[in-house]
């Protein structure tokens, strides 16, 4: 049988002009003609390094370990830059730009000469955004995550991004001083790498290796680790391998694969966000995925994994004591074991001899941590199309509660009132911030788990039920009910709920709804006007006119499908 011909050569294995033009200007860099005669696998190497990312600052150095085992392998490394989302940073959201940075990741891959690629990737919405951009072209395709950072160290404790909301908290009560809290802030982050407890980044690290798109560990191998420049070595050598093979994404993205990652991150206590992300993956690669199916598939899965938020240790912990694969052992009599992998080997092979060194971190079926994890998938009159809340965060005497409604209009109208001696609140009410979602804020920003206000706080009550049509960060906790789609700028029933107001949520029931007549609804809905959000042009205006709600993956409609690796025209 005749060897495939590599896709590369469409570029480099032309003839005359057009060939010369391809390949001359790339010699400018020292590079030997041998290079482009089509024995060696071109692999672009995604690069979402920044400064600006500081998650990913250290990308160079693990870009390099990736090219040394391209290099071994007999493939041909090329790295190239993409839109990097620093989530610190970016303002007002860096879901804003997760679909556009999507956008220069495919198209970056299609229009350049490669047959394989490795995506770097580690703050939180750069993993996504890699992952839904390489679906849509289809090439065989291999994820590195930069690791999470060391857990930080302050007064004798560990301490990680989780904490966060508790020293702010805190510093606002005057329970820690200025001085307190700007060496707090100093010691969170002492080494490089992604957030340290299970928040988003880690959450989509644990997402790739769960579908098959990453090597074993790669979730939770520290960024300081050498361990984690080994992973980037063995990944360069492995995707040349996955050329030969033609192992493309959509032979490992299956519903298996879906249904794995579910399951998986449910064990894990993961990030909320992970439902959006994995929607949009899904709705790149093809697969019939429904907000539902979280609810469905990671049901009964208790807390395996005793990691903060939802536990008590830290990501560095959880690789100690076993890593993913041992995670993914302790559940693998409901898990999916024959889904392939980018290694080529099944999920339950990649497990099978994973060994727990520490109970105190991962648990058991019989005994975990917590008896309820995983995502809760709500309906009602409030919801028509969803909302969701993770109950491993929630307190246990919350997830059935019936309060009257404090309403905020817009994340201003909160900042402006939250902590106005005035506000007529109680441990018993339910908070409730609109115009958060993915068309009204723009871009669904983590503002859901919102600072209880001022004078709660004073009387020692540390959580109530909120209720937005935003998102949390990962590493934030608390009974909080985010999501809710349709949104309230696009008219949803959100948008109509008054002050006082009574509010049910039942989680065991799944249910959440506003104790107010259809009939009264409809004359609220008369006279309802949307926010003007004042954007006209550029990208933000394409981000409103065309992303889709909450439970489809806020991705853009038009971005939904695939459309392959091939280019039919040259350049010149």
């Known amino acids: 049988m005749k060897e495939k011909k590599l896709r590369s050569q469409e570029w480099y294995g032309r003839k005359g002009k057009d060939g010369f033009i391809y390949r001359s200007w790339m010699k400018n860099q020292g590079l030997p003609h041998h290079l482009f005669e089509g024995e060696k696998p ?6 979402t390094y920044s400064e600006l990312t500081p998650c990913n600052a250290h990308f160079r150095e693990l870009a390099e370990a990736v090219k040394r085992g391209v290099w071994e392998a007999g493939g041909f490394p090329l790295e ?4 990097s989302l620093g989530e610190c940073s970016i303002k007002p959201t860096a879901m804003l730009f997760r679909n556009l940075a999507s956008m220069d990741v495919e198209e970056s891959i299609r229009a350049n000469p490669m047959d394989g690629v490795i995506l770097l990737c580690g703050c939180d919405k750069t993993t996504p955004s890699l992952v839904m951009g390489a679906a849509s072209v289809n090439l065989p395709t291999m994820v590195v995550s930069g690791g999470p950072m060391l857990a930080g160290w302050f007064k004798g404790k560990k301490i990680g991004t989780s904490d966060v909301w508790r020293f702010a908290e805190q510093y606002k009560k005057g329970e820690l001083s200025e001085e307190d809290f700007v060496a707090a802030e100093a010691a969170m982050s002492r080494s490089r790498g992604h957030c340290a407890p299970m928040g988003t980044a880690s959450t989509m690290a644990a997402m790739v290796e769960s579908l098959g798109l990453a090597l074993p560990d790669n979730a939770t191998i520290p960024a300081a680790d050498s361990r984690r420049k080994v992973l980037a070595h063995l990944a360069g050598m492995r995707i040349v391998e996955m050329v030969k093979e033609d192992l493309k994404m959509t032979d490992i993205l299956t519903r298996k694969a879906f249904e794995n990652s579910i ?3 449910a064990a894990l206590g993961g990030s909320t966000n992970f439902i959006i992300h994995l929607l949009a993956i ?8 429904d907000i539902e199916d979280f609810d469905k598939f990671s049901t009964d899965i208790p807390l395996i994994a005793n990691i903060q938020p939802s536990g008590e240790h830290f990501v560095e912990d959880l690789f100690y004591a076993g890593g993913l694969p041992a995670v993914m052992k302790e559940i693998s009599g409901i898990l999916h074991k024959d889904a392939i992998t980018v290694n080529g080997k099944t999920l339950g092979e990649n497990f099978s001899q994973a060994e727990c060194y520490n109970r105190e971190v991962i648990g058991t079926m019989n005994q975990p941590f917590k008896p309820e994890s995983g995502i809760a998938v709500l309906k009602g009159n409030l ?4 909302a969701v809340l993770k109950p491993s965060a929630a307190t246990p005497a919350l997830l059935q509660h019936r309060g009257k409604a404090v309403v905020f209009e817009d994340i201003d109208d909160y900042k402006k009132r939250i902590d106005d001696p005035e506000l007529d609140v109680s441990p018993e009410s339910v908070l409730v911030l609109k115009n958060v979602g993915p068309k009204g804020y723009p871009g669904m920003p983590e503002v859901g788990n919102m600072a209880l206000p001022a004078k709660i706080l004073a009387q020692g009550i540390s959580d109530m039920v909120r209720i937005s049509d935003g998102r949390m960060s990962g ?8 999501h809710v789609s ?8 959100l948008a109509l709920v008054q002050n006082g107001d009574w509010i049910v949520l039942d989680v065991p029931n799944r249910s959440l709804n506003l104790e107010v007549s259809e009939e009264e609804l409809e004359k609220r809905r008369a006279t309802f006007q949307p ?7 550029g990208y933000v205006n394409l981000f409103i006119q065309n992303v889709t709600q909450a439970h489809e993956g806020v991705d853009f409609d038009f971005l939904r499908g695939a459309s392959g690796p091939e280019v039919k025209r040259d350049s010149h």
């Open 42 to 47: 071109v692999i672009g190497i995604c690069n």
């Open 80 to 83: 190239f830059p993409v839109m």
């Open 263 to 265: 399951m998986v991150n």
């Open 282 to 289: 899904a709705g790149r690669i093809g697969v019939d995925l």
């Open 383 to 386: 919801c028509p199309a969803g």
């Open 475 to 482: 590493t934030g906790f608390g009974t909080v009910v985010l």
């Open 486 to 493: 349709p949104e309230s700028a696009v008219g949803g029933n």
């Open 531 to 537: 926010l003007a959000l004042g954007y006209d042009r």
